[in-house]
């Protein structure tokens, strides 16, 4: 027995090392490529660093419908893993550990998904695969070792020559036609972690029947090493570059409903990237569209530090601070800002107070779904006879507000679970309905009027969708959410504002007063590392075991348990079981709780409301301050559960 067997077999003993981690060691040790592995593992043994093993090794990073996501940065980097040091600071080699984003969880991935992809594709050709990356630390190092992995394994890859965003890579597989496609990216999360998400050829992210086959293919792949294929068979890598994004660009100018409103002068927006991807199309696209536009230099810099922020993500006022500065100082009226990969949208926009308001995913959300529904009556997209055809696609999370509005003009609403991929998957079906006589050889090739008028003789066309967590998407050309076309589509919302004399959060006013004042919190509950991931699911199963019969005085009226309960959408389709319960209470209130998929924590979603009519400021305090009650008492119940 080695000296590292014997210290780690000791831990055990003593009860300082998991079971679990000790058996991944050794499977690690078996599989990875490179020495830094047992270096960092012996390094930390040695300092007795038996939390930091375990929170790296108690399960394997295991492959779901989400891809893979993880630290890439241990919370103690090891001097083998600093070795020489890389860009921006970060270690030269990433973490290591059987539960974090690295060579060993990376290879394991695209080789599943590869292997998948040949058996459904057949041998008549090699498979195509994309791949593209935000700018977190290993990005770019992951996607060159997947796109040169896949065509050593037989596959014809297209790499993106920097950082592009998830959208636009979900658009290129579907234009290219590709088999599949990946991005290395952990969204907004924090700096220290990063992720694969896989998606297939209709360019969303994948479901079932092909999750289920991927997800088998990569979890049993047990090492990093493999052969590559004879140099003959092996496949080729293309690099993407302007013109890939020209004709991404030229395709969201479809997105604008009525681009005259654009005409009547420059609106002035501040833009920031968060030192991500979203600088690449966003800022070019809203000049080309006659906004006049500044972005906030020190952030223009992609940087997977996010040296700026304390987070990179759009939905905290804190990460849009240096745009609203910029702002105040140039007089601008809107900020927007995108997370690093480009497919979430936050907004600061400036009232006719000239003050400036951080708006909620769900506000921003519901600005764009009234405006899209009253425009599309207004240019005639939609009709007493056509309205029905319509459809607006939700989360469950997300605010009923965008329920109220389409209702209101006639248009069907479809709540899904949380993920856009399971919005993606309405646009596959609506899609699909259409007749393949009516759709000519390939319905990628048509224009969006045209694909249009099919939906709403043969299907259902798809006018918005969105969801509570700053993700937004208007067309069907891409299949995930799309901060770049979010973009584009708020700020029609914002010249149609300025065309009326309003601006946009006095605007959200008037949508209150003519639906009610709704208001939604996102709360959580943060559990890192092995103890939080077992506190959490003990948690969560307590919710589902013992729920609630009673929540700050009011009655609990109903409870949708989605783990357990068979439920069906609107549309008659059965949903996937999911780990989220849904309390509504007597008095209107409700509140939904879930583990996240992406973050160590549990997430809870609290929902208020008021009926229109009556003052609306004393409607926002009254529902304010029962949405704040009812967090306290929620907050005092899970204590209560986990004590």
């Known amino acids: 027995m080695s000296d590292l067997a014997a210290t780690l077999d000791q831990a055990v003993s003593a009860g300082n090392l998991l079971d679990s981690s000790r058996k991944n060691i050794d499977l690690l040790l078996a599989g990875a490529a490179s020495p830094v592995a047992e270096a960092a593992v012996t390094e930390l043994a040695q300092a007795g660093a038996w939390q930091e093993l375990n929170d790296r090794f108690f399960k394997t990073l295991a492959f ?5 996501r993880g630290r890439t940065i241990g919370k103690k980097v090891t001097a083998a893993e600093l070795g020489a040091g890389g860009p921006n600071e970060r270690p030269e080699h990433p973490c290591v550990g059987t539960a974090s984003m690295n060579f060993f969880n990376v290879s394991r991935a695209v080789r599943g998904l590869i292997a998948y992809v040949k058996v459904h594709v057949g041998d ?87 999750a289920t086959g991927i997800i088998q293919q990569v979890n049993s792949i047990q090492s990093e090493k493999f052969e590559p294929l004879p140099e003959a068979e092996q496949g080729t890598v293309t690099i993407l570059g302007a013109e890939a994004d020209r004709r991404y660009m030229d395709r969201l100018r479809s997105l604008l409903m009525q681009p005259s409103l654009l005409e009547g002068g420059s609106t002035k927006v501040v833009f920031t990237s968060i030192h991500g991807t979203g600088g690449q199309i966003t800022a070019p696209m809203l000049r080309e569209l006659g906004f006049e536009v500044l972005t906030v230099p020190e952030q223009d810099v992609r940087d997977g530090r996010f040296p700026t922020v304390k987070s990179p993500n759009p939905e905290n006022a804190e990460a849009l601070e240096m745009g609203v500065a910029l702002a105040e100082k140039e007089s601008a009226e809107i900020v927007i800002g995108t997370d690093p990969d480009s497919d979430r949208m936050g907004v600061v926009a400036r009232d006719g107070a000239g003050k400036m308001q951080l708006l909620t995913g769900n506000q921003i959300g519901s600005l764009m779904a009234w405006y899209r529904c009253k425009a599309a009556f207004d240019i005639g997209w939609l009709n007493d006879t056509t309205r029905a055809r319509a459809v607006l696609v939700k989360t469950f999370v997300t605010t009923e507000l965008q329920s109220a509005i389409a209702d209101k003009f006639g248009i069907g609403v479809v709540n899904t679970l949380t993920g856009f991929k399971y919005i993606a998957e ?57 901060a770049n076309g979010a973009a584009v ?21 008037d949508i209150y007063r003519e639906f009610g004042y709704f208001l939604e919190q996102g709360k959580a509950m943060v559990m890192e590392g092995a103890d939080g991931a077992a506190k959490i699911q003990a948690l969560a199963k307590s919710y589902s075991e013992n729920p609630p019969t009673e929540i700050d005085g009011a009655k609990v009226e109903k409870v949708r348990d989605f783990k357990t309960d068979t439920i069906f959408d609107e549309e008659g389709d059965e949903l996937p079981k999911e780990g989220m319960l849904f309390v509504d209470l007597e008095d209107g209130r409700s509140f939904a709780v879930r583990p996240s998929g992406t973050e160590p924590k549990i997430k809870f979603y609290l929902f208020g409301r008021s009926a229109p009519g009556g003052d609306l400021a004393t409607s926002k305090a009254a529902v304010t301050e029962g949405l704040a009650k009812l967090w306290s008492a929620i907050e005092a119940d899970a204590q209560s559960r986990m004590a």
């Not at 779901?64 to 893979?68: C, D, F, S």
Request: hydrophobic share 35%.
């Open 64 to 68: 779901g419908t989400g891809g893979l």
């Open 124 to 210: 008549e050709r090699k498979p195509k695969l994309v791949f593209a990356h935000d700018s977190r630390h290993f990005s770019r190092d992951f996607a060159e070792f997947c796109a040169k992995t896949a065509a050593e394994l037989g596959c014809d890859a297209w790499l993106f020559e920097d950082a592009r965003s998830t959208p636009q890579l979900s658009f290129t597989i579907r234009e290219l036609r590709a088999d599949a496609g990946v991005v290395l990216t952990a969204s907004h999360n924090p700096s220290h972690d990063n992720g694969f998400k896989a998606y297939f050829s209709d360019g969303a992210q994948i479901v079932e029947p092909h």
């Open 489 to 509: 589509m708020f700020a029609e919302v914002a010249a149609y504002a300025k065309s009326v004399g309003t601006t946009l959060p006095d605007l959200l006013d």
């Open 426 to 482: 309405k646009l596959g079906k609506y899609e699909n309905a259409i007749p393949a006589d009516k759709k000519g050889a390939d319905y990628r090739d048509l224009d969006e009027d045209t694909t249009r008028q099919l939906r709403l003789e043969y299907s259902r066309f798809f006018l918005f969708g969105g969801e509570e967590s700053y993700g937004y998407l208007g067309c069907d050309f891409v299949r995930d959410k799309d």
